[in-house]
């Protein structure tokens, strides 16, 4: 469990500004989510995952930069 407490906290930012205040490390995420959950990571397929990563946080950044009006409720959630 102290491996994991450890790569937690490797994006804990201790200077107490936001995480988002600096660029996102996308290998670093790729290396430390990996350890953190147990899963083996063939050096060949390293730079494709992190590559996919940095893809998707781009996505993201679309998506968290769009403004929503303050009316905006969420979709209501409908189970048969």
Sequence with gaps: MRQSSNLINKFTN???GKLTDRPFDAATYVDA???LIG??????????VILNIER???MAGLVMAFAL???TE???VFLA
């Design 74 to 76: 969420p979709a209501p």
């Design 69 to 71: 009006p303050e009316e």
């Design 39 to 48: 899963l083996p990571l063939d050096p060949a397929h390293r730079p494709g």
């Design 33 to 35: 989510a990996a350890a």
């Design 14 to 16: 201790s200077q107490g």
């Design 56 to 58: 998707i946080a781009e």
